[in-house]
């Protein structure tokens, strides 16, 4: 075992269940160990480097910030984040930013908004509605949104009442908002590690209706599915609906800390001086490499590239499912985040998961049997292949020891 990993256990607490590798470098959609051992990163630092590593234009914009400053404060004017958040708005709806630094963050922003927006209202108005296998961060505001065993545990979270509903039930939904009238609702559009469930396009719109009808605000939790990740923007705009609240971190910061909300301009006045900040909010660092990936993604065309490679990546995986009914149940999400339920105990998918790393593959496994791929946009259509060659090696190995599969 490296020296690393014993020296980890020494220092660090053991918070995260880890894969046994010691990064030393990215380079394009690779990592590199001690041993100069290269993988294929198919999920990108949960979610993060959507451009891969090191990608030339996001090493520009950091060391062309880096020469000029670091850090001002929130008391100054941040040029970068100025048009980083002109950027966003243009991408998304008429409206105005508030920047953090992580997802967690933004949900904090985001329940310290609805708080003042309930205020506002002349009805009163309380809660937040989310769905079963949510999750929204773990902070303790957050952390009462996140409906995962395993993260939700026995802390002393917000006292404002939470409604949990089944995706896609709309009378449960319709039910809640009569009679118990909260505030707001906050979904993921695909929810992520919650086990890639994609919301449909029908449901999105209902839930925009029924926010309308009865006064509750719609926000939109995009921390995973945003920025490009499932092939449009923001993944709301599938459905072809416009959100009241926007959450958005992972992708954006091209790797460095970064996160936020959009907030709709007609409530955008509610936050006033003193009701919400932070130090670094956002860092010119990270506003800058933001601003590099939006402008690779959609003005160089890395999202129409990559929305490209991600449909033969949907199409190979599906074949595998057709050919392999009986270990794949479904394969499920949009653009760069897919999930491959796999109809194997737990105990399986994870040594599925450790060969393909051994053969320089590093995918994702969430809610225990489902393989999450997060993969960049900048993956290529060899990339895809040799995945999809690998992966197909492994199911063909599960099937010869029947007892694997489910029945
Ligand atoms: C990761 C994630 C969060 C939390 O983000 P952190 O930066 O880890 O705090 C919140 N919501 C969703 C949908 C996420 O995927």
Not at 32 to 51: P, Q
Not at 63 to 80: G, M, R
Not at 372 to 377: A, G, I, N, T
Request: hydrophobic share 40%; charged share 20%; with cysteine.
């Amino acid at each position: 075992m490296s020296n690393w990993i014993e020296r980890d256990k020494q220092v660090i607490m053991a918070t995260y269940g880890r894969l046994p590798i010691v990064i030393n470098r990215g380079e394009g959609n690779y990592l590199y160990d001690e041993d100069g051992k290269k993988y294929l990163d198919l999920f990108t630092g949960l979610a993060v480097n959507i451009l891969g590593h090191s990608h030339p234009e996001v090493t520009k914009a950091l060391t062309s910030q880096a020469s000029k400053f670091l850090h001002i404060s929130n008391y100054f004017y941040n040029k970068p984040a100025i048009t980083l958040a002109e950027k966003m708005l243009a991408h998304s709806i008429k409206g105005k930013v508030f920047f953090s630094n992580s997802g967690a963050e933004a949900t904090e922003a985001a329940l310290k908004f609805v708080h003042k927006w309930s205020k506002d209202q002349e009805e009163e108005r309380n809660g937040v509605v989310v769905l079963k296998k949510s999750f929204h961060g773990r902070t303790l505001g957050a952390l009462k949104l996140t409906r995962q065993a395993g993260v939700y545990q026995d802390f002393p979270v917000t006292d404002t009442p939470v409604y949990e509903v089944e995706p896609h039930n709309v009378n449960a939904l319709k039910d809640i908002f009569e009679v118990n009238k909260p505030a707001a609702i906050i979904v993921e559009p695909i929810l992520g590690s919650g086990g890639i469930v994609t919301l449909e396009k029908e449901y999105l719109q209902e839930i925009s209706r029924l926010c309308k009808k009865y006064g509750v605000l719609c926000c939109m939790d995009e921390i995973q599915t945003g920025v490009g990740r499932t092939g449009q923007f923001f993944a709301y705009q599938h459905a072809g609906i416009e959100p009241d609240v926007i959450l958005f971190a992972k992708g954006i910061g091209g790797g460095l800390p970064l996160g936020g909300i959009i907030v709709a301009e007609r409530y955008a006045h509610l936050f006033k001086p003193g009701d919400h900040g932070t130090t670094f909010g956002p860092s010119p660092l990270s506003a800058a490499l933001g601003n590099a990936v939006i402008d690779v993604l959609m003005e160089k065309g890395q999202l129409e590239k990559g929305n490209r490679v991600a449909s033969e990546l949907h199409e190979l995986v599906t074949k595998l499912q057709e050919q392999f009914p009986s270990v794949i149940s479904s394969v499920r999400g949009k653009g760069m985040m897919l999930g491959i339920v796999m109809n194997l105990e737990a105990s399986s998918v994870k040594e599925i998961q450790r060969q393909l790393l051994e053969e320089g593959l590093m995918v994702d496994v969430t809610q225990q049997t489902i393989i999450r791929l997060l993969p960049p946009l900048t993956l290529t259509s060899e990339e895809v292949v040799l995945f999809i060659k690998a992966f197909e090696e492994k199911l063909q190995n599960v099937l010869k020891v029947d007892s694997n599969v489910i029945s």
